[in-house]
């Protein structure tokens, strides 16, 4: 039997070459090939010369693979992902540690600290069904401690909570002690109405009179800014700080100003939760969200603020005034012993509002921006005196310490709804207050203790539709007539013709006056 033949050789070496490129085919994971890897392995494996090389065959061939990308490999290692949860745990976990000295000192500081007790505003929060949770206030009670170290306050209170679309505004509302708030930058909008000024003067100053053909001007005249209230004053008559998360830094926010009140009234905007963010609205609004957030919190705090009757007083100083005056303080009233809890979730009439209300001026009181100086009235004249309009007739709101039965409904909506906590057990209940015109807001009361709070998104009530505000009336075009209209351009022959006519009539005119020359000698004559 004849043996078989061998294959020919031109198909082995084929062979050989096509399994060649197939460990020549690089991974599309990792970039590298099976030819060059075993080449390394097995140049590994004869310089190092291991004992049990077949053991460890796998082990070895995973540190060539690492070896050739060093850095990617060292990345993956050092780099650890650390959760947003675990870096805020970290900055709250400062809030629950103490800080040094004796406890007597402590005990001491504690006395004469401004810090509320809102483990007890919870407490009646919750028996009211409205609050954040023990948790969560237990954390903001220690950030409001942390404040309340960094910053020389009289006064402190948390005002509750703003949502947002990104992030959320924890609010504290403070007061400073005398002498010891900073100072604030001039408005902006103030130095630019004098530079404007400045300029219009300059402009007149240099006008030049004998002009031919001058150019028109306008006669717009802008009308003034009302100035914005000052600090312990009106809407401006506390400072608040926000801050996204307890144990995060508090900002304080900036100063209210009337332009910023009245933009807000017309704007409806859910925040984000930055205070850098810019409010993108019509009609525009002059500022950031930080200052949105100001003006939405005087708003709330002028509209939703109450109190028990009772509570507060005006005082004997205060008292003796005129009656027609604007009252802008109270006092506590040391013989008020308390409403039933049941005649509170009644009758709104033993509800009191005890913050100043915002005029539509974006003031809580108001300010004439007709009013002239005196050296203006000296150098005009009389005629001009008289021809001046009417001074307008000063706005007046509801004073303070108003009840709650004046508050006038927003489509066909009561502005509040009062409730008790729970008809069980009556003794124990608390009186609550809710604001229909500002969801979120809420008040309760037991006994002599009361406090407000808000909690909701800081948009008002606007019924089951919005329209937003229209833009204005477009401006009138200039008035036509024979100075502005456009004509042709006259031809020679009428060019010629007027100079004739013209001509004419002045030759006339000269005659005319020579006869009555005549006639005046004549009548001397006689």
């Not at 024979?482 to 009539?505: F, G, M, N, R, V």
Request: charged letters at 30%; hydrophobic letters at 30%; one cysteine or more.
């Amino acid at each position: 039997m004849a043996s078989p033949e061998p294959a020919p050789t031109n198909q082995t070496e084929e062979m050989t070459v096509n399994f060649k490129a197939f460990l020549l085919k690089n991974s599309t994971k990792s970039n590298i090939n099976l030819y060059d890897h075993l080449a390394r392995l097995l140049t590994k494996v004869m310089d190092e010369r291991p004992e049990n090389v077949v053991d460890i065959f796998e082990d070895m061939s995973r540190e060539v693979k690492r070896g050739i990308i060093p850095e990617t490999q060292s990345t993956l290692r050092d780099v650890a992902f650390i959760p947003a949860t675990q870096l805020l745990a970290e900055k709250q976990r400062l809030l629950f540690s103490r800080g040094g000295g004796d406890e007597g000192d402590q005990e001491e500081e504690l006395v004469d600290t401004p810090l509320p007790n809102v483990g007890e505003l919870a407490f009646f929060l919750e028996q009211a069904g409205v609050g954040l949770g023990r948790e969560e206030m237990h954390r903001i009670f220690l950030a409001l401690k942390h404040l309340v170290d960094t910053q020389p306050l009289h006064r402190c209170r948390f005002w509750g909570k703003i949502l947002g679309t990104d992030s959320n505004y924890i609010v504290a509302e403070g007061e400073y002690r005398e002498g010891e708030e900073e100072e604030e930058e001039v408005v902006e909008e103030v130095v630019e109405e004098e530079e404007k000024r400045e300029a219009r003067e300059e402009e007149e100053d240099t006008e030049v009179v004998d002009v031919a053909d001058p150019l028109p001007r306008s006669t717009y005249k802008s009308p003034p800014v009302v100035p914005k209230e000052e600090n312990r004053t009106g809407a401006n008559k506390y400072s608040y700080f926000v801050c996204t998360e307890p144990g995060l830094p508090w900002v304080k926010l900036p100063a209210v100003t009337p332009a910023q009140v009245t933009a807000a009234r017309h704007i409806r905007k859910f925040f984000t939760g930055r205070l850098d963010a810019p409010v993108v609205s019509y009609p525009p609004f002059p500022g950031n969200e930080a200052n949105y957030l100001r003006a939405q919190i005087a708003r709330i705090s002028a509209g939703s603020h109450v109190s028990p009757l009772g509570f507060y007083q005006f005082g004997e100083e205060e008292g003796e005034e005129e009656e027609e005056g604007a009252r802008d303080g109270y006092e506590e009233n040391p013989d008020f012993e308390g409403i039933p809890v049941h005649e509170m979730a009644e009758s709104l009439s033993a509800w009191v509002h005890h913050v100043q209300h915002i005029l539509q001026q974006g003031r809580c009181v108001w300010v004439n921006q007709v009013e002239k100086p005196e050296e203006d009235f000296e150098e005009e004249g009389e005629e001009e005196k008289e021809e001046e309009p009417d001074e307008p007739e000063p706005e007046v709101g509801p004073p303070l310490l108003t009840p709650l039965t004046e508050d006038i409904e927003v489509l066909d909506t009561p502005p509040w709804s009062s409730r008790m906590s729970s008809h069980l057990i009556s003794q124990f209940a608390v009186a609550v207050l809710r604001s229909n015109l500002w969801p979120g807001a809420y008040s309760y009361a037991s006994g002599k203790k009361f406090e407000n709070i808000y909690i909701g998104w800081g948009v008002k009530f606007a019924g089951d539709g919005y329209t937003p505000t229209g833009p204005p009336a477009p401006q009138r075009e200039y008035p036509s007539g024979p100075e502005i209209t456009e004509a042709q351009d006259p031809s020679l022959e009428e060019e010629q013709a007027l100079k004739a006519a013209l001509e004419d009539q002045k030759a006339a005119q000269e005659e005319a006056e020579g006869l009555d020359g005549e006639e005046e000698e004549e009548e001397e004559d006689d």
